[in-house]
């Protein structure tokens, strides 16, 4: 049984950091494709962040590129999301995710096992 466990949310001043760290068990972590979404107040889980088996290719949401980064340790089985430069509009529960196959990365249909989510809040 695959288990995905995020950690690392919590309360943060607009203009600061938080990293966000996502172990999962089970099965080899290295065959699955990983990705980090969020689902703020009243609106849909969106895309953030994703990376392939390898940790060679990734993908983010064009509202997070160039502040978020997605990195994963196949040794310690664990995906990472380092959330810099943090805005009030990134206030979300973040879910992480695993995948089986090779499909769109963004598209959270894609996905097969979830976390419970871990809840940041960004205030002004």
């Known amino acids: 049984q695959v288990q995905v466990v995020e950690s690392g949310g919590g309360l943060v001043l607009a203009g600061g950091s938080l990293r966000l760290s996502c172990a999962v068990s089970?099965?080899?972590?290295?065959?699955?494709?990983m990705g980090w979404f969020r689902q703020a107040p009243g609106k849909e889980r969106e895309f953030v962040a994703a990376?392939?088996?390898?940790?060679?290719?990734?993908y983010y949401a064009d509202s997070v590129k160039g502040r978020f980064t997605i990195s994963r340790d196949n040794v310690k089985k664990t995906v990472y999301l380092q959330m810099n430069s943090l805005k009030p509009e990134d206030t979300a529960v973040y879910y992480c995710a695993a995948r089986d196959r090779i499909v769109d990365a963004t598209r959270l249909q894609n996905y097969d096992y979830w976390g419970q989510g871990t809840q940041v809040t960004v205030s002004s």
């Open positions: 089970g099965r080899t972590f290295s065959t699955y494709g």
């Open positions: 990376i392939n088996r390898s940790g060679a290719t990734t």
